[in-house]
């Protein structure tokens, strides 16, 4: 049977790596060799243990993951695909990428477009996938000329959506409580950069002056509500995280004096044709050269120490894992 290298968690004390048996892996259609895995925020709260929902140990961390099959039932993946995979709780409730080898359903799969490389899929990951379905969904909505706003900008989401944004040609401000990366988000094509400081208050009064033609929000709490009150007429607002909290202090008026588009972005249980869409329009318009810019590469052994420096912020851009290293 062919041994796999992996990080794996057991029920109590630290991530260790490990040789397994492919037969240790689960049940799927389509086994692939990973080539490459990102280290998300949610992949440090799981190796910190601040998350809960992990249904089987031993576990292998990782949420996302790019690489080549090795062997599929599914007529939809032939053998030597390239492939990648992001959400359907993988690297929670199932094994994920922090290892050489994954079994998964084929359905969680999407065909690597093109000129995009394994690698070049997890310099983007689950973040620049979510970007860009919030840019899709910004699209769909009718975006329109204008300044669009990015908060959290110096996340993964934002930075990558920065950069897309940017690249179609949209006059993007950034926001960002890290006055540090301010040449950082510029390089990536903000016109401009604003404190997070300014948007982070409850909005004073219902609706204010009409400001921004979109938004791309992945801080939520009273920074979404201020942002809500800003947007112009008929405008639309992607939100796609809740660093800032559930609570949105906001009103019904943003909505029904201007029309305004709040649209939920969830790049979990997304559908395959979706995301295969996000995916092609990734290997078209993402400028990787600016993406390649903002990558660290580390390997799997690296992972227990980096997972707590993500949750203390102290992460910036992207970091892929060579999980061949």
């Known amino acids: 049977m062919t041994q796999f290298r992996a990080l794996v968690m057991d029920a109590d004390g630290p991530p260790r790596l490990a040789d397994l048996d492919e037969s240790r892996l689960p049940q799927g259609d ?8 990102t280290l998300n925020y949610k992949d440090g709260l799981i190796l910190n243990r601040q998350m809960g929902g992990i249904e089987r140990w031993p576990h ?26 992001t959400g359907w709780r993988v690297g929670e409730r199932q094994w994920g990428g922090y290892a050489t080898r994954a079994r998964v359903k084929g359905d969680w799969l999407v065909s690597l477009p093109p000129g995009l490389s394994t690698r070049d899929a997890m310099a983007l990951g689950t973040a620049g996938f979510t970007a860009m379905l919030a840019v899709l969904a910004l699209e769909d909505h009718g975006l329109e000329e204008g300044e669009v706003l990015v908060t959290g ?59 921004w033609a979109g938004c791309v929000d992945s801080v939520g709490g ?5 942002v809500l009150t800003q947007m112009r007429y008929r405008a639309s607002v992607a939100a796609v995280g809740l660093a800032g909290g559930t609570e949105v202090p906001t009103t019904v008026l943003p909505f029904l004096l201007r029309g305004i588009n709040l649209l939920g972005i969830d790049s979990v249980m997304c559908p395959t ?30 992972l227990p120490d980096l997972a707590g420096a993500i949750l203390r912020g102290g992460v910036r851009g992207r970091t892929v894992v060579n999980v061949n290293a």
């Open 30 to 37: 389509v086994t692939v060799a990973v080539e490459w895995s």
């Open 60 to 85: 292998v961390p990782g949420i996302d993951f790019a690489g080549t099959v090795t062997a599929s039932d599914d007529p939809r993946h032939a053998v030597g695909e390239k492939v990648v995979l």
């Open 153 to 211: 900008a110096s996340g993964g989401v934002g930075s990558v959506a920065v950069a897309l944004l940017a690249a179609l040609g949209h006059r993007v401000v950034a926001s960002s409580g890290r006055d540090a990366v301010s040449d950082y988000l510029t390089g990536l094509g903000a016109t401009r950069i604003i404190p997070r400081d300014d948007l982070a208050d409850p909005p004073a009064k219902p609706v204010d002056s009409e400001t």
């Open 222 to 226: 009273a920074t979404l509500a201020r």
């Open 273 to 302: 044709p979706l995301r295969q869409r996000a995916w092609d329009r990734i290997a078209q318009d993402m400028p990787m050269d600016k993406v390649r810019d903002t990558v660290t590469e580390v390997g799997l052994s690296d």
